[in-house]
């Protein structure tokens, strides 16, 4: 990876839809070349994939909570597919610390939470922070 390619990941970063033209005259290069760049970065797994940025809060998502789980290491087998299902779960980390896992949720309501939070409780204790406001939304990485 050198620093065109670079340019192009923090380009893509903060918008993944822009047009390869207007890519390759920030990098000076041809379109063709900027896709070949873009193609390559795909293949090595650098550029996983795109997503689109919704307003969680439009969709009637008001409640976004982050849930601390401690659990036993045997309940990861059956944990994983579980947690895996269940789309109100945005992010699940196996993390250090008093809590193996970390999730981060979104839900309609409090009673909704809580209703997931109590099927949660059958793999182990839960602690849960509801969050008031987000000053640094979701970024990539700036390289």
Same mark, same amino acid.
């Given at each position: 990876?050198?620093?065109?390619?670079?340019?192009?990941?923090?380009?893509?970063?903060?918008?993944?839809?822009?047009?390869?033209?207007?890519?390759?005259?920030?990098?000076?290069?041809?379109?063709?070349?900027?896709?070949?760049?873009?193609?390559?970065?795909?293949?090595?797994?650098?550029?996983?994939?795109?997503?689109?940025?919704?307003?969680?809060?439009? $969709?009637?998502?008001? #409640?976004?909570?982050?849930?601390?789980?401690?659990?036993?290491? !045997? /309940?990861?087998?059956?944990?994983? =597919?579980?947690?895996?299902?269940?789309?109100?779960?945005?992010?699940?980390?196996?993390?250090?610390?008093?809590?193996?896992?970390?999730?981060?949720?979104?839900?309609?309501?409090?009673?909704? $939470?809580?209703?997931? #939070?109590?099927?949660?409780?059958?793999?182990?204790?839960?602690? !849960? /922070?509801?969050?008031?406001?987000? =000053?640094?939304?979701?970024?990539?990485?700036?390289?």
């Amino acid at each position: 990876m050198d620093a065109i390619d670079i340019k192009i990941l923090n380009m893509l970063q903060q918008n993944a839809r822009t047009p390869l033209k207007t890519i390759a005259e920030k990098v000076f290069l041809s379109s063709p070349a900027v896709s070949n760049r873009i193609e390559h970065l795909e293949k090595q797994g650098i550029i996983k994939g795109y997503t689109t940025v919704v307003n969680k809060e439009l $969709l009637g998502y008001h #409640i976004t909570a982050f849930i601390n789980l401690e659990m036993e290491p !045997t /309940q990861k087998q059956e944990f994983y =597919p579980w947690v895996r299902d269940i789309p109100n779960v945005l992010e699940c980390n196996c993390v250090t610390g008093d809590y193996s896992m970390l999730l981060k949720v979104v839900f309609p309501s409090t009673v909704d $939470l809580d209703v997931f #939070i109590g099927k949660l409780q059958q793999f182990g204790k839960t602690s !849960t /922070q509801i969050v008031f406001s987000t =000053p640094v939304e979701h970024r990539g990485i700036t390289i």
